[in-house]
């Protein structure tokens, strides 16, 4: 059995759809990762407005690691290693 992994963008849903007819052993699986990354964006980009409140309060704490991921990104990025 072989396994083909990709994002899950339109394109390679198609190609998934046109390999799957021609090679039906071929195995598809999305990303994970990819999968995750656009939850992840999903849910930071709610915003707070009538009607969800509950959730927007509850996954709150996010927004704090995002923030402390970017700042240690950037100390990474702007500080050499030599």
Partial sequence: MVQIITNNALVCKAVKLLIEVEFPHL???PCVVHTLDL?????????????NEVVFN???????VIDDASFIKTFIMTHSTR
């Fill in 27 to 29: 195995f598809w699986t």
């Fill in 58 to 64: 509850e996954c709150r704490w996010i927004f704090y």
């Fill in 39 to 51: 939850r992840v964006k999903n849910i930071c980009t709610t915003k707070n407005i009538d009607g």
